[in-house]
């Protein structure tokens, strides 16, 4: 329940703190006191979006904050959802800026204002006479035959399947849609993929084909340079290998003279044998070397066949041709067997079809099986509020498509006076017949949604005397259950709160300031009075408003 509301720096409100208890709440106040600024106030910290000129003061930010009691409405697992602390007594903050920058809080957390109108929603609900026009709308009637009929959980087990099968849908479309496209590019594709095949691709063959192809156009070259190099390292006189022969006999002389000429010695060996296995290489080198004009095509026609790919797919690493191949192999593969896919997906969605035809159908038969009662409850209560002769024609009908909440058409049509014919709720109603209707029906759905505090503005509108006392009782009743506010005019509505508020507006010598206080015993009495009969005072108001609190 709201236990507490501070309001700062808001419109007309300089500074408000004010606390509340359980029960049933009336708020009063002259026309233009400014009851709607504190709705507006209170609007804030349940997720609506601010607005610059609510600041009374352009240069100090304002500040409202608003405290919870939601110890019994198991509301941990949204809190723990949205990453927040949980507290018995929870606290939300809204903050505007000079700069027009707002910021909410949650328990001291920032927030995001999708989740703090999510938090709000599940705290309050404030009924003003917008709302009442949502009365006429199929989608609150069908709120309130979900809430009778329990549907809740069914109606979430039904929109996750929805979910999947709108998924499923868009995957099956997708494939039609690929398969149209892919089969005219099929022939092509498998051309280009069967070329890219015949290639040989794999990292660094590229350069290993343009060395093979430089050894074997230039063979007679290195055969050349080869057979210099062989006659360097053997030959008798002036031969490498015969001077380091040479050498390698002066130092391992001088090897038992020190240490130096022992670390001299070591390298002078460590050379000649490099050397020597430098030859023996060459020499190999040499046996293997020869012309091969058939080898040398082959290469050649290899390099020509990467190079024409390279210029055909504008690839400039063959690591690009290999993954333009496998682009295609996919591409190729899905196409031959799109057809399975479709198949399966087809047979998916079918069986995604009949699961929510079948939950659907188990959706009708809930409400239509609450339809009688609800019918009943309504006509009942109306008769109690003056009227005796209303009555209703709801009824349901199958609808070939999936929606939102199910596969129904609600028809809901409502009559007055008896002899009348049936019509919908926002051409036949007037506004205090559709105002006594939706307190009703929020008095049905309070006992279904469990609201912590329900708050109305001036749901009275348009009703007098006796109906309004008994539309009190309807609140008081509700009141038992969940905290209820009433912003009201009417002096037989407010009697029947337990807590009176007034709302009044102050001048002082440069401005005028709204506020709001509780009243005593005394001052309601007082209060009502000039409910019933105006500024001035008489003593049959005053016996009137006794006689109503009382």
Do not use: W
Request: proline share 2%; with cysteine.
């Amino acid at each position: 329940m709201l236990a507490h509301l501070s309001i700062e720096n808001y419109a007309l409100i300089d500074s408000l703190k004010v606390g509340f208890d359980s029960g049933f709440t009336v708020i009063t106040g002259e026309t233009g006191a400014g009851k709607s600024i504190l709705l507006g106030g209170l609007s804030l910290v349940l997720g609506n979006r601010a607005d610059l000129s609510s600041l009374r003061n352009k240069e100090k930010k304002c500040i409202i904050e608003a405290d919870f009691t939601i110890a019994d409405y198991k509301l941990e697992s949204f809190f723990s959802k949205a990453d927040l602390d949980y507290e018995d007594v929870t606290v939300i903050r809204r903050e505007i800026l000079p700069s027009g920058k707002s910021r909410a809080f949650i328990n001291d957390t920032p927030v995001t204002l999708d989740v703090l109108s999510k938090l709000g929603s599940r705290l309050i609900d404030v009924h003003s006479q917008h709302q009442t026009l949502e009365l006429t709308e199929n989608d609150f009637q069908f709120k309130l035959i979900d809430a009778f009929a329990n549907n809740t959980k069914r109606l979430l087990a039904y929109a996750e399947e929805l979910q999947k099968f709108r998924t499923t849908e868009k995957e099956l479309q997708d494939l039609v849609l690929f398969q149209s496209n892919a089969m005219k590019e099929q022939d092509y594709n498998s051309f280009l993929l069967t070329e890219l095949e015949s290639a040989p691709l794999k990292e660094g063959i590229l350069e290993e084909l343009e060395e093979q192809y430089e050894q074997l156009n230039n063979v007679e070259l290195i055969m050349e340079e080869l057979s210099k190099g062989e006659q360097l390292f053997n030959d008798e006189q002036a031969g490498l290998l015969s001077l380091m022969t040479a050498i390698r006999a002066t130092f391992t002389k001088l090897a038992g003279f020190g240490h130096q000429y022992q670390e001299l010695n070591e390298r002078v060996q460590s050379a000649f044998i490099e050397l020597d296995d430098i030859n023996t290489e060459l020499q190999g080198f040499q046996e293997r070397v020869e012309s091969n004009p058939s080898l040398l095509e082959e290469v050649n026609t290899k390099l020509q066949l990467l190079y024409n790919l390279q210029k055909k797919h504008n690839a400039s690493e063959i690591s690009e041709l290999i993954r333009i191949k496998n682009d295609l192999a996919d591409k190729v593969f899905e196409t031959a067997h799109v057809d399975e896919k479709i198949a399966l997906k087809t047979k998916e969605l079918q069986e995604f079809r009949s699961s929510l035809v079948e939950r659907a159908l188990l959706i009708r038969e809930k409400r239509n099986s609450v339809i009688p009662n609800l019918k009943k409850q309504l006509e009942s209560n109306l008769g109690l509020l003056g009227m005796p002769s209303a009555s209703f024609d709801i009824s349901l009908l199958p609808s070939d498509s999936f929606k939102p909440n199910g596969m129904d058409e609600l028809s809901f049509l409502f009559t007055a006076n008896k002899g009348s014919n049936y019509g919908l709720l926002k051409k036949v109603a007037s506004g205090g017949e559709l105002s006594r209707i939706m307190l009703v029906i929020k008095s049905i759905l309070a006992k279904y949604e469990k609201l912590p505090t329900i708050m109305f503005d001036e749901i009275d509108t348009g009703v007098s005397g006796e109906i309004s006392n008994r539309m009190a009782d309807i609140m008081k009743e509700m009141s038992g259950a969940m905290q209820v506010f009433s912003i009201t005019h009417l002096p037989q509505v407010a009697s029947k709160g337990n807590h009176h508020f007034k709302v009044f507006k102050k001048d002082t010598a440069d401005r005028t300031e709204t506020n709001m206080r509780k009243l005593s015993n005394d001052e309601r009495v007082v209060e009502l009075a000039q409910m019933l009969g105006g500024k001035e005072l008489s003593d049959s108001a005053l016996a009137h408003a006794k006689q109503l609190l009382n």
